[in-house]
Nanobody, 123 residues
Framework: VQLQASGGGLVQAGGSLRLSCAAS????????LGWIRQAPGKEREFVAA???????YYADSAKGRFTISRDNAKNTVLLQMNRLKPEDTAVYYC??????????????????WGQGTQVTVSS
């Protein structure tokens, strides 16, 4: 599976960004997709994920501000990030796992990773 993330950038606190991830190399319907981020000096942490069925999962820090969605026709997953905060600054990775894996919030369970895109939120 190849994952290509895009859409990062620099934004002021309170602003919005939309990340996009294009998947190829495996049937899209067989995958659950997630966004994981890593801030400088910190461990990677789960942000949001979505199943083929459309079921969504969010970290507490993302609830109410971020929305994950997928376009199965385009093999793409999106992360709309609103009301961004400086603490959201990180490299954001698109990642995938088999769709039946129940541990969708566990970072180490993801089998496939994209290259990451930098999100910087200034105060």
């Amino acid at each position: 599976v190849q994952l290509q993330a895009s859409g990062g950038g620099l934004v002021q606190a309170g602003g919005s960004l939309r990340l996009s991830c294009a998947a190829s190399g495996r049937t899209f319907s067989s995958l659950a997709l997630g966004w994981i981020r890593q801030a400088p000096g910190k461990e990677r942490e789960f942000v949001a994920a979505i199943r083929w069925s459309g079921g969504t999962y969010y970290a507490d820090s993302a609830k109410g501000r971020f929305t994950i969605s997928r376009d199965n026709a385009k093999n793409t997953v999106l992360l709309q990030m609103n009301r961004l905060k400086p603490e959201d600054t990180a490299v954001y990775y698109c990642a995938a796992m088999g769709r039946g894996n129940p541990r969708i919030k566990v970072v180490s369970e993801y089998d496939y990773w994209g290259q990451g895109t930098q999100v910087t939120v200034s105060s």
